[in-house]
Structure formats: C-alpha cells, structure tokens
T-cell receptor, first 111, second 115 residues
Framework: DAKTTQPNSMESNEEEPVHLPCNHS???????IHWYRQLPSQGPEYVIH???SNVNNRMASLAIAEDRKSSTLILHRATLRDAAVYYC????????????FGKGTRLHILP | GAGVSQTPSNKVTEKGKYVELRCDPI?????LYWYRQSLGQGPEFLIY????????DSGLPNDRFFAVRPEGSVSTLKIQRTERGDSAVYLC?????????????FGPGTRLTVL
C-alpha cells in the first residue's frame, strides 16, 4: 500500500490559515487522497478528498501537487475547535477497502 | 439524523473474561468497519463487512477476536479470554458502500480496559 508522511505536530495561531503537508511519493494513478481528523475523545471525521484537481468544501481546501506526490490541507482560518490530529490517507479507486491510518499530524491552535 | 452509535461507551473487565462490543451503523450503510486505537496511535484496522459477510478480516490480531453482522446492520465485536494488551478504544465506522470515494462515518468508540 502506498504510504504517506506527515509531520508529527504543528502549531498555529487562532484565526490564521494553516497549511498541513503530506508527502506520498509512491502514490499510484488510481489513489484518492483523503483527509480525516480526530478531535479529542472523538472518532475520526471526514474532512475532504481529491484525486488530481484542487478541492474546496466548507471545512477546508485540498491542494494537490501537479505530480501528485504531495498535497496540502488548508484550513483558511483556524479556530480553537480545529485542534485535532489530522490524517492524510491514500485509498485506491479500484478497490473496496479499509482505511490505513498513520500517526497523523497533531495540530495545536494557540489563542 | 442519527450517526453511528456504539455501546457501551466504557467497559472494564478482568483478564480472561469475554466481552461484546456493539455497533449500530447509519441506516442504509452497507459497509461497516471495526478499528482499534491505542493511546497516541492512529486507528488500526481490524475487520470490515460488506453486507452480512466479512470482506476483509486481515486486521484481527488472533483467534480470540471475532465479529458478526448477521442481518447486515448491527455488528458485534467479540473478544474471548481478554488480555491486558486488548485495552484500547474500539471504533466502529460505516459508509454507504466500501468504495473509496464514500466517506466513513465513525462512532464515538468503546473504551475497553482489561484489568
């Protein structure tokens, strides 16, 4: 399975944008890039996913590099409620399959 | 609408006992997943069901762990002869199908403590 690499932790100030990087140099042409996050004492929740083009939704934006070997999750204006562990995950479009989580990035938001 | 629910929220048991953990998925979701999460780690896949059948049980650590989904909705994760190393948060998720563009919806988890 293709793997992802994320920083262990990041800090950001409240009300500022946050850019969470993810490297996936062995991504295949059929892998979707998914992001989930896990707030304290809760189960993970879906954030966003994309294949090739940049994606926006009400929670975040996903910027995908042209070669698809890296991507960045963008929170446009972080709030204290965005403090969570963020997981970058690859899922093969050709397979019904489970999610393989890594350790993710723990995002700390400073008031 | 109702999300994924899991019961009990907390379970404390003694080493060697049998436990059952229940998951109620979102109505109409055909795929159901079990994960477990140890402190400081990401969720670890255990098993997933497509309908009533286990499509992939490769994550079950040994034969003490078993899961069923007899009617294609509610699922039960069963752990026999519990060990202290089984202590973790057990997470259940469901999705419309198992296809990768369908997001998974997670429950709040069951915290299992084996004394």
């Amino acid at each position: 399975d293709a793997k992802t690499t994320q920083p262990n932790s990041m800090e950001s100030n409240e009300e500022e944008p946050v850019h969470l990087p993810c490297n996936h140099s062995t991504i295949s042409g059929t892998d979707y890039i998914h992001w989930y996050r896990q707030l304290p004492s809760q189960g993970p929740e879906y954030v966003i996913h994309g294949l090739t083009s940049n994606v926006n939704n009400r929670m975040a934006s996903l910027a995908i590099a042209e070669d698809r070997k890296s991507s960045t999750l963008i929170l446009h204006r972080a709030t204290l409620r965005d403090a969570a562990v963020y997981y970058c995950i690859l899922r093969d479009t050709n397979r019904d399959d489970k999610i393989i989580f890594g350790k993710g990035t723990r995002l700390h938001i400073l008031p | 609408g109702a999300g994924v629910s899991q019961t009990p929220s907390n379970k404390v048991t003694e080493k060697g006992k049998y436990v059952e953990l229940r998951c109620d998925p979102i109505s109409g979701h055909t795929a159901l997943y079990w994960y477990r999460q140890s402190l400081g780690q990401g969720p670890e896949f255990l098993i997933y069901f497509q309908g009533t059948g286990a499509a992939d049980d490769s994550g079950l650590p040994n034969d003490r762990f078993f899961a069923v989904r007899p009617e294609g909705s509610v699922s039960t994760l069963k752990i026999q002869r519990t060990e202290r190393g089984d202590s973790a948060v057990y997470l259940c998720a469901s999705s419309l199908t198992a296809l990768p563009y369908n997001e998974q919806f997670f429950g709040p988890g069951t915290r299992l403590t084996v004394l």
